[in-house]
Each structure stands twice: as C-alpha cells, then as structure tokens.
C-alpha cells in the first residue's frame, strides 16, 4: 500500500467551457452596464481571437482566448439590442404611432398551438399587417389573443373555425402594449412581454370578430400530439377535483391556467410552488425514466440518446417550449451525448457548454429571474451539494483499499453519522471474502439493523434531498428576497415530500385516463387513489402554511445597499472553493492545514453574517427624517397611500383590490365545484411589492376608509404579509366577506384593532390627524359603504392634507357645515373623480393646491369625469392622476413641499 498523502486539485484546465461561459457572461454584463461600443467590442474580439490561434499549442493561450469570448459577448449583446424595426409592432405602440388599447384590426398567421385555459383559450398571432381607421400598415411582431369561451354555444363557434398553426386570420380587436400599474417595487408588464418576445395583447370578444382567410398550407407533425396534450386537459379536469386537475395540468402537460387560487397559494406559502412549473426537475425525472426503460431493451448507446433526446424534446414541445423547459431539455442533451461519445465529463463543464448556446440564442436572459434562478439552482447543485455529498459517502463507506488505507481524518461524530448512511456491512463482506488479507473494522453496532430493514435506502434519499435542498437554498437566498420577498425554511422539507407525492399522483392519473377509455368502472380506483395522494400532498404543507410556520416575507435592499448581495456571495464562493479542495483523507496536520481551518471559520462566520444581514434585513428600512412623506400609490381602480411620519412611523390606508376574482362555475368538471383563477391580487403584486421596495417589514398601522373592495381587499395581503401595530377602522361590518376576512387575519395575528368617529385626534408629534368623519361609532357593525368613508385632514407644520375616502355628495354637504374644519393643502379626490361627489361648494370650501386623483388609467367608469376634473382646475387646484402619472409622492418639511411622480 502506498503511504503518500492524497493530494485534491481543482484543475481549471479541464472545465474549458465552463470559464468561456464565465468570460462570456461577464461581457454581456460589462455590455450592458457600461454600453461599449460595439465596434470596439468586435475589434478587440478579433484581435485576442487571433492570438489565442497563433499560440494555439502553448499553455498561455487561454489568456488571448478568454477575453476574445468576453468581447464577443458584448458584441453579442448589442447586435440583439440593436435598434427595433420601424414597422416592428413594439415600436408602433411605444411611438404612439398607434394608442394602446385602440381598435383595429390585425391580421397574420398562428404560429402557436392555443393554449387552453379556465374560461376560453390563447392564441399566438405572428402579426403581418394593421388595418387602423381603414388604413392599412405591414408590421412584425407576436400578438397573444384571449378569447373567452364561457357557454358551449361559444365553444362550437371556436371549434368550426378550425384554428391550428399555420392558419391565417383577420381579427378585430383592442390590441394593449402598456403597464397595468406604475409604482416603484411592481413587476413591469412591458418587461414580462418583453422576455416572452410577446409585442402586445388583447381580447377577441366574439369568435364573430375572427376571419378566416387562408388553412394552414403545411402539415405540423407535432399537431398530433398538441391534440393529444388537449385531450388529457380536458380528461383531467372531467375525472378530478379542480385542486387535482390544476396541480396535474400544471405540473404534468405546463398550463397554469387550471390553477385554482387556494391551491396555488398553499404551494406559494410552503416554498414549492416550482414544482408546478414545468423545469429540469421534470425535464430530468422524464429523461432519466425513459432512459431507464431504453437501457432494458438495448444496449447501444447511440439508440439510447437518439430515442430518449428524440422523445424528451417532443415532451419539451408539446408542453409549451417555454425557455427553462428548453434549458432543461439543452442540458440532458449534453450530458447525453457526454455518455454517447464515452466522455463523462463535468458537470460544470456541461453547465458552461448549456450557458453558451443559450446565452448566444438570448443574451438579455442573463438579466431575467427565471435564467438566473435556474442557472444558480443547478450551480449550487453541481459546485456545492455533489462534492459534498461524495465526500461524505467516502467517509461513511470507507474501507481500506491501496488508495485510502487509513480511515478518514474527520470528526467523531460526522464520522459515525456518515457511517449510518452509507456503511454497508453487507458489501464490506463480499470484499473481504475477495481479498487473501483480513481485517475487521468497528463500525456503528446498529447499522446491520438499519440495513436490513430496508431502512438505509430511505435515510439516504431524505438526508441527501434535505442537505441538496438547503444548499440550494442558500444560494438561492438573495434571489428569492429580491424577486419572491419569501424565505420558506419548511420548503428544505416539503421539496421531498411534495416531489414524492406528485410522481405518484401523475402515474395514476394517467393510468386512469387510459382505463377510462375501456371503462369507468376500471378507472375508479386509479382516481380514487390520484385523489388520495392529492390529499396527502397537500396535507403537510397546509398544515404548516395554516400554522403561519411555512415561511418570512423580507423587503430587499434598493439603491446603492444591493451591494450587500453581491458581497453575500464572496463567503459562499470561497466556501465552495474550500468545499472542492477538502480531502477528509488527508494523512498530515501540517500548520498551512490548522492555518486554512482557521480561514474557513472566519468564511462561515463571514457567511452566517451575511445570511443574518439578508433576512432580517436591518439597514433596509428608510430612517426617520423629521419630514412628512405621502405617497399615492397606483392601484389602478382602486385607493392606498401610504404616510411616513415625522418620527418614522407608518400609516398605510387602503390598498386597493379587485372587485371581481373571476371565478367561474366548472361545468366542464365534474364535480361541479367552484373555479377561482390563481390571479395576482392587488394587495400582493402592487402594494406589499411598493412596501417591499421600501424596506419595510413592518406597518404601524392601516387604516380601512371603508369596506369596498377597491379599498378594503389589499389590506387581507398586507396583514399577512407584514406586522402590522395596530388596525384603524370607521365601521366594522362583520356581514362582508372582505372585511370579516381581514378581521380573521387580524384577530388570528392578535393585531388590535379601534373605531374612529369626528371629533377624535390621533397625535403622532410633529403631526396629527383630525378625524372629521363618520359622526359617530353607533350601528358600527352595519354596512360601511361610500358615505361611511372615514373623512380625516392631516396636519403638519400649517400645511393641510385632506383624505375623503369615497363620500359623496351627501356626506359632503353635512361636512359643509363646519366648512373650517375642511380648508386644505392638498385633497385626495373622492370616490375617483366620480360625477357623485367633489360639488361647486365642496371644492371652493377646500381651496386645494393640488387634487390628487386615486385611478386606473383605464376606468370602467369613466373616472375621472371630465366636469370634476375642470371643475377641480377652476377652483386653482393642479389635478394628478395615479392613472397618468404613477405613484405621487409628496414630502412636506420645514423647507418646503416637494411633489414627484413615478412618470415624469
């Protein structure tokens, strides 16, 4: 046996790829934050190009050869971010050439299967020409058309139409290329299209409206399995509960939109809401269990990669082709053919080589969440948790071989762990009855038990998901403040038994789809049992998402502290570094040995800091500045504003909402059950996003003006999302649904809660507020609807704001009566503008600088009415609309006011 040391090496010679990808993206990052011309970028590439050609055969050559690949990414970069086409249809709409949400009609060809959902379909149009006030235009571009299909008589129309890819159509409709709403912290909806390549949108009202000029002239060879995949949709939703069929349709065949709302949530809560979207998690389970199959029936690889590629890229297809279903599908392609070519490879390597093609195909990708989080998941998986896992199984199955002769130097107690893993007595003997030498070695007294019991196996499936899980985890963490605001510590767990569950519940259910074929009564107990295990897959996590234990919601840092996720990143890499260089079987303690031991301790103090820093987030919150900050926020039809007080307190009103779930009767189910669309509320995506992007965890308190949902249904988001002081109101109607709810979470979170009547002040020091109405607090737990509007002016430093909730003209003319109580700074205009309130006398009462007007730029109402609008603008007042303007923000302090908007 040899005794000398064994010596780890990382070797960056052999992940070529991997550091061209690096090189690679750096230029494209370079690119984007500092514009490099790119001439220079195509000049320099050239030049480094050609040297790393000329020294080619010696070693120094990577040194020409990495920045060549640094400047073609940057070159790269900017020929895909050349200026747009003029006749490009984003161009059309962002010019005004012509106004989003204008009616015309657009012609061009589906390029796209339609995609099935809830209450009607989409279609994909690649768009061709315009026809706007009879005058016709060429453009480019994709359209996606919603057309609902809410009774079966609009359905058979859809079907005569016989739409499928290829086919060419005129179709009248509103096309919209803008934002919903425009507010720090919110997901921009330009960008979102933008990523899908999607120029504008829009809803086809009628299938009468659809002219049918020309049939597809080609035949799709994947149309046959686009029916196929339509098929089962519609066989899931027929045999299975709505929860079961959205979780299968999702999961399974990549269409969320049979996603009931509570379920999804559930799946939010808990951190595994990824696990419904179709990813190289499914892209690997599908390809491996093919491959499986394949290596049964033959032994040529060259069949193997051919038949598993051929079927995994069809499955890949016909669930959308979405990006990361694609990254997925590159990256089992490479690995594939890595065992075709008998290469094993890294898998850095391999990661590098799926980063390239990727990144030369869509650049910009590098800048979206959905490429990021894919990109450090499987990061973390192959840099981190793969060499850790390994290091461990050494420990845990070491025996003595020519290599490792001595057991490995580690702690006493990780040793005995990993030994009650991995250790198998069972093997350790077939190796000895192999050797002439004999030897006995004292392992753990209870591992023949485990392993005989069929337990090992088990233990090693929940240890190595739960550690790949948390590494994952904490390389995800900034990303997932930063884009989720969410840290799910029970989704370490519920990954595994989520996952495991799925499978199981995908096998039946297709089992019982084809039995249901035959027969109904051979597939009832297969949908009995694809219902049980939904059951069961949903049992822990709402248990633990209805414990409030499933996860935090954290506010990122803006500004300039997102340096501190950069710096999150120096430990963990170096820790990775360390991680890679670990030899357990190293056979000296030298002093550089002790020397380095002391480095990776102050690393993981250095790492655990900066984990503290991320969650719980003690610089994010702005500090208090003396000043009086009121910001209106953009909610579209709707009202919320929130103050920041002198002495850094909060006071958020309202937070908007959306009247209408649109939640639709299932007919197409056979349960029958009620269908609530998984939808963005308000309350979630635009105000918690705005707090967020503050840096706030915490309100001190919300006040409900009244119980509309436009006003009431956002605070439901807000009280679960952060932790509020205390809950103001001005009646307490327990009979609607919107308050009783927010109540619930309230009370659930023992978050107090007071009535306010006229006469009652509210001091916060420098500022203070002065209740002026409802007039009392009798019948409180009776309706509250507009005329029952808490009406309240705050106070600071002689100048005046008054708040009016949605009063109209009758609560106007009692508040009339005491006219000194109503004179004015600024005015938030009631009820949105609306014609029901803001009266001659109401409005020269006030004698308001500005009028700020809580609305969406798009009112189904027509708010705000042109007459209120002048009629503010005859009595001296500058009138602002959320809708126009985006959040309005206000700072009064001793200087003076400032007034800012989110647009220009």
């Not at 709810?741 to 420098?766: M, N, P, Y």
Request: hydrophobic share 45%; glycine share 6%; net charge positive.
């Amino acid at each position: 046996m040899s005794n000398s040391p064994v010596v780890k090496k990382i070797d960056f010679s052999h992940l070529p790829l991997f550091w061209l990808a690096v090189f690679f993206s750096a230029g494209i990052v370079i690119a984007y934050f500092w514009k490099l011309d790119w001439k220079i970028s195509l000049i320099v590439c050239l030049i480094n190009a050609f040297f790393s050609i000329v020294f080619i055969n010696r070693k120094h050559a990577s040194i020409f050869l990495l920045p060549a690949f640094l400047f073609v990414g940057a070159f790269i970069f900017h020929s895909e971010n050349q200026k747009i086409s003029g006749n490009r249809l984003k161009n059309v709409y962002e010019q005004k050439i012509i106004e989003s949400g204008e009616p015309l009609e657009v012609e061009g060809v589906l390029h796209n299967k339609s995609e099935l959902a809830a209450n009607g379909f989409f279609l994909e149009l690649r768009a061709e020409n315009l026809i706007y006030k009879n005058s016709s235009k060429a453009v480019s571009g994709k359209v996606r058309l919603f057309a609902p299909a809410e009774n079966r008589e609009i359905i058979a129309d859809y079907k005569r139409l016989e739409l499928q890819i290829g086919t060419r159509v005129r179709v009248a409709c509103h096309l919209r290329r803008e934002e919903n709403y425009q507010n720090p912290g919110g997901l921009s909806r330009l960008k979102i299209l933008d990523e899908q390549q999607i120029d504008a949108i829009g809803t086809i009202k009628s299938p009468l409206l659809i002219e049918k000029i020309k049939d597809s002239a080609a035949f799709s060879p994947l149309s046959w399995v686009y029916r196929q995949r339509e098929m089962l949709i519609v066989e899931f939703r027929d045999r299975f509960s709505v929860s079961t069929a959205g979780i299968l349709i999702a999961s399974l065949l990549g269409n969320k939109y049979f996603l009931d709302q509570p379920t999804a949530e559930v799946f939010r809560e808990g951190g595994t809401f990824h696990v419904l979207v179709i990813s190289g998690l499914h892209i690997t389970f599908i390809g491996g269990l093919t491959l499986l199959i394949l290596k049964l029936l033959t032994k040529k690889r060259t069949w193997q990669f051919i038949i598993a590629a051929t079927l995994m890229w069809v499955y890949a297809l016909a669930v959308g082709a979405q990006i990361p279903v694609v990254r997925a599908a590159i990256m089992f392609t490479i690995l594939l053919f890595s065992q075709v070519i008998y290469r094993s490879g890294k898998l850095l390597n391999s990661l590098g080589a799926c980063t390239l093609i990727l990144l030369v195909w869509r650049p910009n990708d590098l800048f979206t969440s959905s490429f990021q989080l894919t990109f450090v998941s499987v990061a973390a998986i192959v840099a981190a948790a793969f060499p850790l896992i390994e290091n461990l199984r050494e420990i845990g199955s070491w025996s003595p071989t020519a290599e490792k002769p001595f057991p490995p130097r580690v702690n006493r107690r990780l040793k005995r762990f990993c030994e009650t893993v991995y250790w198998s007595e069972k093997k350790w003997e077939v190796e000895v009855g192999r050797q002439i030498w004999s030897a006995k070695l004292f392992k753990n007294p209870h591992l023949k038990w485990l392993e005989s019991k069929n337990l090992q196996g088990i233990l090693q499936y929940v240890f190595e998901g739960v550690l790949v899980s948390l590494i994952v985890q904490i390389w995800l963490l900034p990303f997932l403040v930063a884009y989720f605001h969410r840290l799910s510590i029970a989704s370490i767990f519920l990954n595994l038994w989520v996952g495991f569950f799925i499978a199981l519940e995908s096998f039946t259910a297709v089992f019982a789809v084809f039995f249901g074929q035959i027969s109904a009564v051979l597939a009832f107990p297969f949908i009995t049992l694809t219902e049980t295990f939904n059951a069961l897959l949903l049992l822990l996590p709402q248990l633990i998402v209805e414990n409030d234990l499933a996860s935090l919601r954290i506010p990122h840092y803006s500004g300039d502290l997102k340096i501190i996720y950069a710096f999150y990143f120096v430990p963990l890499l170096a820790l990775t570094v360390f991680l890679n260089l670990w030899n357990p079987f190293a056979l000296k303690r030298t002093a550089s040995r002790k020397n380095k031991q002391k480095i990776v301790c102050a690393t993981a103090l250095a790492m655990i800091f900066f984990i503290a820093v991320v969650v719980f987030h003690p610089f994010s919150a702005p500090l208090a500045d003396g000043k009086l900050h009121i910001d209106f926020l953009d909610v579209g039809q709707g009202d919320s504003a929130l103050i920041t007080l002198p002495n850094g307190e909060t006071l958020l009103i309202d937070a908007g909402g959306k009247p209408d779930y649109r939640a639709a009767n299932a007919d197409d189910n056979s349960t029958g059950e009620r269908f609530e669309p998984d939808a963005p509320t308000v309350g979630e995506s635009v105000v918690s996003a705005f707090l967020w992007e503050k840096g706030y965890s915490k309100i001190d308190y919300i006040l409900a003006t009244h119980a509309d949902a436009d006003h009431i249904q956002g605070l439901k988001d807000v009280a679960k999302n952060f932790r509020i002081g205390a809950a103001i109101f001005g009646k307490t109607p327990f009979d609607d649904q919107d308050f009783s709810e927010l109540f619930e979470i309230l009370s659930k979170r023992k978050i107090s809660s007071v009535t306010v009547k006229r006469g009652d002040i509210l001091d916060f020091g420098a500022a203070k507020i002065e209740v002026l109405y409802p007039l009392d607090n009798k019948n409180a737990g009776k309706t509250s609807s507009n005329n029952q509007s808490i009406v309240f002016r705050l106070i600071f430093g002689g100048r005046k704001i008054l708040f009016t909730g949605d009063i109209e003209k009758e609560v106007e003319n009692e508040l009339l009566q005491n006219p000194g109580f109503l004179q004015s700074d600024f005015i938030k205009v009631a009820h949105h503008g609306s014609r029901t309130s803001s009266t001659e006398n109401f409005v020269s009462a006030i004698g308001a600088e500005y009028a700020i007007v809580p609305v969406g730029k798009r009112s189904q109402f027509g708010h705000p009415h042109a007459e209120i609008v002048e009629r503010w603008e005859k009595a001296g007042a500058k009138v602002l609309t959320t809708g126009e303007r985006g959040t309005i923000s206000l700072t009064l302090s001793e200087s003076g006011t400032e007034i800012q908007t989110f647009i220009p």
